[in-house]
């Protein structure tokens, strides 16, 4: 969309169907992830990019040095502009499958994986959180961090295992808290969550949208135009 029409690309302009995830880098350039497979756009060209991965490419994201990961379930991908590495349970990732990835303030690296908890990277190398730790279940979709510095990890909720539909959690102090159900959100999962440039906290699930206001959750609805849908990106 360039303000006044769409465009469709597919096919013919080299992509293959099921598009997956699309990421812009900081030279303005598009990433588009999908099944095992990454493109590069420019000037409106799609170039394939080469990883080993052989499933879906569930999320691309850029950290704060530019670099450009791909999470997939074949492990975390990070390009440099020149060459490519990939991170795996052998290197101390919690599990290959990789949904989200978060870079913090303080510069830590954050992977959201679905089967193995949470994990996160800093200088001295890899650190795996689970349920021992605080955190709901461990199957985890989704990671924000908001302007206080907190770090949010949405998850599904597979099962209660007595967290009485707690499925997000928030990292503060280098501590996890449990919200839920018992805290106001009906969403039954967090699939997504994004932070507004207000600094409001947006959460989707498969029960529709809620907003986090500091002390609760408010739904957003039919009332405010929203039917009861699921909402799975932001």
Partial sequence: YDGAR????GEEEGLSAGKQTVCQGSDGKLWIGTGGKVW???EQEFQPVA?????YVRKIQQDQEGRTWFCTGGGAFVYDGAQLQRFTAQDGLAFNMVNAMCQDREGLLWFATWGGGLSCYDPHGLQVFGEGDGLPQSWHSTLAEDRQGRVWVGSWEISSGGQGGRYLARFEEGEFALLGEAEGLDLGACYTLCEDREGQLW??????LARYEGDGFHRVGAAEGLGDIA????
Avoid at 51 to 55: K, Q, Y
């Fill in 231 to 234: 909402v799975r990106a932001i």
């Fill in 6 to 9: 769409f465009y469709r690309y």
């Fill in 203 to 208: 959460l989707g699930g498969p029960r529709g």
């Fill in 51 to 55: 990883i080993e991965s052989n499933s």
């Fill in 40 to 42: 590069r756009c420019t």
